[in-house]
């Protein structure tokens, strides 16, 4: 390895002795290949303490006598660039190859095909749910929302649920808690039912109205394959002069003809709602086994060989809860109903567990898509 001779030597010979140093230096930087050479390298000759050219300038430049001294300066002027523009080269020289090589390793072929993601679709609850939108909305309907925390007024008490009456006991929920100091009709829950949208819908607006309200509810049910604690559920209501129950019939029949079919029947069976008077249960003819109540000649398991299944609830709406909105009874009157929409998405698609639509599942959901 090249070490900076002493200034006699120089002396008898300058040139060779220059000659000597740019030619060890060449052949060091011959030899570099990564970076952490390159830094020793780097060092080596630049280093401000120690360096070649720090060594120079002390041991030929100070130890020159003084009438030598200008020409030495001159010659280590001379080929301190030099040596500076060696460690620069080299620096490029190996990353410059560096970059070669991972150009090489990275090289991606742009004709190759590329990698599919996979698409998102509607979740199966809500696809139902813009079916069933669409199907009122088509009727000219339009859409309303509500929020879902809710006041135990619009949950209930508009709804002519009195406080303490048992009808409450069958929509039990969470509670916001801490709410003790409220007014009982102020506090908050998780909304049991869409039906508080048909209060709000009817705060906001005067009759003639025909509104859908589709959204999420929350009831104090344990989880199996029928229940959830939470669900969705459309509303609907009209309101208008002279609407009878007829018309709440038809509208449900051609609903239901839309959701599952032409061939399907409908029939309406006395039912209780505190928030319409008369209320009724639809049923729909099963569509399993066409209305037959047996398949395959054993008796249908879907509608327990009865041949109608349950779907929703309805009715006129009570004239108390005109009284909540302003609304004149005695020039009014309207229908109500509810249906679930994860009840008429297992009854469309065959599903034999309401849980599927909750698990997040991908090889049951990408089965909708
Ligand atoms: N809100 C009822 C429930 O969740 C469903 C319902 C029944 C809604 C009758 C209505 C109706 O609008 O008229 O069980």
């Known amino acids: 390895m090249y070490s900076v001779p002493q200034f006699e030597e120089y002396r008898s010979d300058p040139l060779h002795a220059l000659e000597n140093l740019l030619n060890a230096q060449a052949a060091e930087a011959a030899k570099v290949r990564t970076e952490t050479e390159w830094k020793e390298f780097r060092d080596r000759w630049l280093g401000r303490k120690n360096g070649i050219v720090t060594q120079l300038n002390q041991l030929w430049l100070k130890a020159a006598p003084p009438h030598y001294k200008p020409t030495v300066g001159e010659n280590l002027n001379a080929i301190k660039p030099q040596i500076e523009r060696l460690v620069e080269e080299t620096l490029n020289r190996i990353q410059g190859g560096a970059s070669t090589a991972r150009l090489a390793a990275e090289r991606v072929d742009v004709t190759l095909p590329g990698i599919r993601r996979p698409l998102g679709a509607e979740h199966p609850v809500i696809k139902t749910m813009n079916e069933m939108v669409g199907v009122f909305r088509n009727l000219g309907y339009s859409v309303e929302e509500g929020p879902e925390i809710e006041t135990d007024y619009y949950n209930f008490e508009a709804l002519n649920f009195p406080p303490n009456h048992p009808a409450r006991d069958t ?199």
């Open 171 to 369: 929509q039990d929920t969470l509670f916001i808690a801490g709410q003790e100091s409220k007014p009982q009709r102020d506090r908050l829950l998780l909304r049991t039912h869409t039906s508080p949208v048909q209060i709000r819908s009817m705060e906001k607006m005067k009759p003639p109205l025909r509104v859908v309200c589709p959204g999420k509810v929350h009831r104090n049910d344990a989880p199996d394959a029928t229940h959830s604690p939470i669900f969705h559920q459309v509303e609907g209501l009209a309101v208008d002069t002279n609407i009878t129950f007829c018309d709440l019939k038809g509208t449900l029949d051609h609903a239901m003809k839309a959701l599952f079919g032409s061939s399907v029947k409908t029939r309406f069976y006395p039912s209780f709602f505190p928030f319409t008077e008369p209320s009724a249960d639809v049923q729909i003819s099963c569509i399993f086994c066409g209305g037959t109540g047996t398949r395959d000649g054993a008796p249908c398991r879907n509608c327990k060989a009865s041949g109608w299944i349950e779907l929703l609830g309805c009715g006129m709406v009570d004239p108390n809860v005109y009284g909540f909105v302003d609304y004149d009874p005695a020039k009014v009157s309207g229908f109500a109903f509810g249906m679930g929409v994860e009840r008429i998405a297992i009854l469309k698609y065959g599903v034999d567990d309401i849980q599927l639509f909750f698990n997040g599942d991908v090889r049951f959901l990408e089965q909708f898509a």
